[in-house]
């Protein structure tokens, strides 16, 4: 009898043909072994992940959000920044982000942000929503636009498509300011469409195709 790791099922030998990632008692009990050089390597790395989620706990329990904010930020920039293996958790890379953004350190939340732009560990359409969120808080409506189409376009990856609805609310304020009339944000929300369902749509066409749009009707905007 042999037992297939993925299905956690009991196989007789005619049936092994039909599952590839059959594993042995054998071979399972030595993978699992702390001998192992690779589980070793796994167990150790798991066992300084959880050292960093402690500090986080302690710190949230240690410090308020009202009455010792920084104090909080540092504690979360001790586990989620400093160290050579930071902790890998996007639920407290966000409430570092909501922390920087709650306390007016736009600087801090867009060098952490840009920071994670260069690894796997947060979602890129998060990243650029974020960013579009602190530009648009500065009046940069040109730029925060240009984020949300960013961050529509990462979230659409793929589905190929994308819920204009919210979209069109993520826009509104900064297309309120910028005094755009409903043919504008038409042809923008259609300018995301036809990038969102090419294939081989990628951020510097879109933002290529927005800008060029922005020049050809007027509109100034930072290269």
């Known amino acids: 009898m042999t037992i297939c790791i993925r299905y956690r099922k009991k196989y007789t030998s005619r049936e092994i043909s039909h599952c590839p990632e059959m594993e042995s008692p054998a071979r399972i009990k030595e993978l699992l072994s702390p001998q192992n050089p690779d589980f070793s390597k796994c167990d150790s790395y798991m066992t300084r992940q959880n050292t960093l989620l402690k500090g986080i706990s302690q710190a949230k329990q240690t410090y308020s959000v009202k009455e010792d904010p920084e104090s909080l930020i540092t504690a979360y920039e001790r586990v989620l920044i400093d160290p050579n293996e930071p902790l890998q ?40 929503g974020a960013q579009a969120r602190i530009l648009k808080a500065e009046k940069k409506d040109i730029d925060a636009v240009e984020k949300y189409l960013q961050a529509h376009l990462a979230s659409s990856i ?53 800008r060029t749009y922005l020049e050809k009707h007027g509109f100034t905007c930072n290269k």
Do not use: C
């Open 89 to 128: 958790s996007e639920e407290h890379i966000s409430e570092l982000i909501a922390l920087y953004l709650i306390n007016r350190q736009n600087d801090k939340a867009w060098g952490f942000l840009n920071s994670l732009l260069h690894s796997k560990t947060y979602p890129l359409d998060k990243i650029r």
């Open 158 to 210: 793929g589905s190929s498509s994308f819920s204009k609805t919210v979209f069109l609310s993520d826009i509104s304020l900064s297309a309120k300011r910028l005094k755009w009339d409903m043919k504008t944000i038409r042809d923008l929300t259609r300018i995301l469409t036809v990038q969102i369902l090419r294939k081989d749509a990628d951020e510097d066409s879109l933002v290529l195709k927005y």
